[in-house]
């Protein structure tokens, strides 16, 4: 595992028990290295997982142009998003 900031793993421990139940993926894959693809996570899970994590953070994540492509990509976009939600 890649080393994580305080922050990241704290944004990753969040994003697990928000995946439990609700995106189709066991959170134990979830790794900063897991490609999104490999533990299942295609398009409509992703957008349903960023809607997940902007209630939870409150923050506002654009959907469009959107480009991740492993889980550690989606923990960057939350440490960089965590804030008030914003309007777009």
């Given at each position: 595992?890649?080393?994580?900031s305080?922050?990241?793993l704290?944004?990753?421990q969040?994003l697990?028990?928000?995946?439990?139940?609700?995106v189709?993926?066991?959170?134990?894959?979830?790794?900063?290295?897991?490609?999104?693809?490999?533990?299942?996570?295609?398009?409509?899970?992703?957008?349903?997982?960023?809607?997940l994590?902007e209630?939870e953070?409150?923050?506002?994540?654009?959907?469009?142009?959107?480009?991740?492509?492993?889980?550690?990509?989606?923990?960057?976009?939350?440490?960089?998003?965590?804030?008030?939600?914003?309007?777009?």
């Amino acid at each position: 595992m890649s080393s994580l900031s305080l922050q990241h793993l704290e944004i990753l421990q969040r994003l697990k028990q928000i995946v439990i139940g609700r995106v189709p993926v066991d959170p134990d894959q979830l790794s900063p290295e897991a490609n999104l693809e490999e533990v299942g996570i295609d398009s409509f899970s992703l957008v349903e997982l960023v809607f997940l994590a902007e209630e939870e953070f409150n923050i506002k994540i654009p959907v469009e142009g959107l480009r991740v492509k492993t889980v550690g990509d989606i923990l960057h976009v939350i440490a960089n998003g965590v804030g008030p939600a914003r309007a777009y």
